[in-house]
Structures are given as structure tokens and as C-alpha cells.
């Protein structure tokens, strides 16, 4: 069955950096859109950014986090620099889409069981 394994997550302070990784396996995500999404406690899951034919990214992360993947090991990245307080959260990777909509949680297929980010001030 298909798996999502992220990793990476941690506690750091504000203004570090930190790259998240999201593994799959069972079957072949090279051609689909994958993408990260947080939560942080009490509120509601968001949208980060998202990888296909091109990127995308919250206007809250723009310039900050950069998504990338690797289709040889079917593994997509996050890369967050200069992190800040606000962005403590849990981070899920998030597969195969199921319409256009990239930043919509129920638009995708398969969820990683989340990393927890934790920046402190």
C-alpha cells in the first residue's frame, strides 16, 4: 500500500533552518503533485507549498521555504530558512491530486503521519 514517511522535524530557534523529507513508497509519485501542509494545535490544516509541473507556495512561506523532489527516490523536500515562532506546527506530506485545487487539503489522496516543527523565540 502507498506510504508517506516524513522526517526531519525538531525543535529550533527562531531565524534556523530546517529540511523536512517525505519518502514514499508503493507506488510512483514522479508525475503527480505533492505537497506539505501544517497544523498547528487549534487551528485548522494548511496549505505550505506544492510541487508538480511547477511550485507553489503560501504567500506565508514565500521566499522562506523552498519545495524540491528527487523522482529517483520518489522523495519530495522542504527546505525552511529563516523560521519563525508562527511556523511550530505539524507538517504533513500530502500525494496524488485529486483536482486542480493544490492548496485545497481535500483535493489529495495520501497523507504522511506528520513531523512536528517547533520554533522557539
Known amino acids: 500500500q502507498v506510504q508517506l514517511v516524513e522526517s526531519g522535524g525538531g525543535l529550533v530557534q527562531a531565524g534556523d533552518s530546517l529540511r523536512l523529507s517525505c519518502a514514499a513508497s508503493g507506488r510512483t509519485f514522479s508525475r503527480d503533485v505533492m505537497g506539505w501542509f501544517r497544523q498547528a494545535p487549534g487551528k485548522e490544516r494548511e496549505f505550505v507549498a506544492a510541487?508538480?509541473?511547477?511550485?507553489y507556495y503560501a504567500d506565508s512561506v514565500k521566499g522562506r521555504f523552498t519545495i524540491s523532489r528527487d523522482n529517483a527516490k520518489n522523495t519530495i523536500y522542504l527546505q525552511m530558512n529563516s523560521l519563525k515562532p508562527e511556523d511550530t506546527a505539524v507538517y504533513y506530506c500530502?500525494?496524488?491530486?485529486?483536482?486542480?485545487?493544490?492548496?485545497?487539503?481535500?483535493?489529495?489522496?495520501?497523507w504522511g503521519q506528520g513531523t512536528q516543527v517547533t520554533v522557539s523565540s
Open positions: 500530502a500525494a496524488d491530486l485529486k483536482n486542480p485545487r493544490v492548496v485545497d487539503k481535500l483535493a489529495y489522496e495520501y
Open positions: 510541487i508538480g509541473g511547477n511550485t
